[in-house]
């Protein structure tokens, strides 16, 4: 097996340490990494560095972690710019707005999801994502969603059933939620790892989103929840009480919400591109860590309200608009999105670089991570490696 060792790195990003906040547990200056079998085999100060096979100079630039987006939308049909514009020029974002969406999925064929899916996922690898998730939910009947889970499993590492969305229009309430509890869940469960409810005015409340969790953890399925996104909907309280291991969006956090968020192990996943789209409040990021809360940052890629794979753009939003430091932007784009998949440990983890762990990195055309919020909209990342192997990006060889 060939060993090849990584040079000139100015700064390893390597969140290993206890926290975004460990600076000596995860940034090493001056650093090298060897590589061999897909995996970190040594890292440490570039003085150390072992002999190797072969030998790659980064040129003075930085390396961290591939991004781990755990919170995402790609298998859809359709476009819905037309009401990103009404948006923009005043409307306000509602939740039955994925209708239009429903209805282009459900006319696609598989292989027309499959494509659309691996197009988004491609562009997300070249800008340094090595892992995501993926959600169905915009089917919303049984076919539709077991072909949506069947695309989302060729192209995601996770899946999530989303058929909780939203009822369709001309299905009485009570019917599709004995669809989305019983066949829906049946014809999904085999390809997903979690399920999911839009918890919300507009979608489906309380006691509706709870009755849909728990049959999905009755058929072995982990829960995630939408949550708060719209209001203090009771999604962060639900998410808690059934120590889902996240509840995504949480722009509308009482003091209260916040405090249960930091005595669980439930992760608030925040959504800051989706926030831009729709101008809903940021959620208190600085508030939910401060109080001891986990956060992950996520690109909620989507037709309607956050068309970006770009997990750098949400890292330089969370600075620049939530308050965040640029190492934990960064830890909440990487390992704090492995604590809400359940990745954090063990021989697949992702979202950070050890001996032993997975290779899944990138390199920045910039010395440190503070460019990242520093040149905000740069394509920054020029070469990305998934499993030690490389991943077409920028114009370089790394």
Excluded at 34 to 61: C, F, K, M, N, Q
Excluded at 143 to 150: F, I, K, L, P, V
Aim: charged residues 20%.
């Amino acid at each position: 097996m060939t060993s090849e060792l990584i040079t000139g790195i100015a700064e390893l990003t390597t969140n290993a340490g206890s926290g975004p906040g460990d600076v000596d547990g995860n940034r090493i200056a001056d650093a090298a990494l060897v590589i061999e079998d897909g995996r970190i085999a040594w890292l440490g100060a570039a003085v150390d560095a072992p002999d190797a096979d072969a030998r790659t100079d980064v040129g003075g630039r930085a390396v961290l972690p591939g991004w781990v987006d755990t919170h995402t939308h790609l298998v859809f049909a359709g476009d819905r710019s037309a009401e990103f514009e009404a948006r923009i020029a005043g409307g306000r974002y509602a939740a039955g707005g994925i209708a239009t969406t429903v209805a282009a999925t459900r006319a696609a064929s598989e292989e027309q999801l499959v494509a659309g899916a691996r197009r988004l996922r491609a562009e997300a690898l070249a800008q340094g994502t090595t892992f995501l998730e993926a959600k169905t939910g915009y089917a919303l009947d049984v076919e539709g969603e077991a072909r949506s889970a069947r695309a989302a499993a060729e192209v995601a590492d996770v899946v999530t059933f989303l058929g909780a969305h939203l009822v369709p229009a001309g299905v009485d309430r009570r019917d599709y939620l004995d669809l989305v509890t019983g066949p829906m869940l049946a014809a999904v469960a085999p390809f997903a790892s979690y399920i999911d409810a839009f918890c919300e005015v507009g979608a489906f409340d309380v006691e509706e989103s709870r009755e849909v969790l728990l049959a999905g953890r009755a058929a072995g399925l982990g829960v995630r929840v939408h949550g708060n996104q719209l209001g203090e909907s009771g999604g962060v309280r639900l998410a808690v009480e059934l120590e889902a291991a996240s509840v995504d969006h949480c722009n509308h956090l009482s003091d209260a919400d916040v405090d249960l968020l930091a005595g669980s192990s439930t992760v608030a996943t925040l959504l800051p591109a989706c926030d831009l789209s729709t101008r809903e409040p940021f959620p208190p990021a600085r508030a939910l860590i401060d109080a001891g809360a986990s956060i992950a940052l996520a690109t909620n890629c989507n037709p309607g309200t956050s068309y970006t794979t770009s997990m750098a753009y949400c890292v330089a939003t969370a600075v620049l608009q939530m308050r965040l430091t640029i190492a934990e932007a960064v830890w909440a784009a990487t390992r704090g999105a492995a604590v809400a998949v359940g990745r954090e440990h063990g021989a697949d983890a992702v979202g950070s670089l050890r001996v032993g762990g997975l290779a899944d990195l990138q390199v920045l055309d910039a010395p440190s991570i503070s460019h990242l919020a520093y040149r905000p909209g740069v394509p920054l990342a020029v070469g990305v490696r998934q499993r030690g192997e490389r991943v077409t990006a920028g114009t370089t060889q790394w």
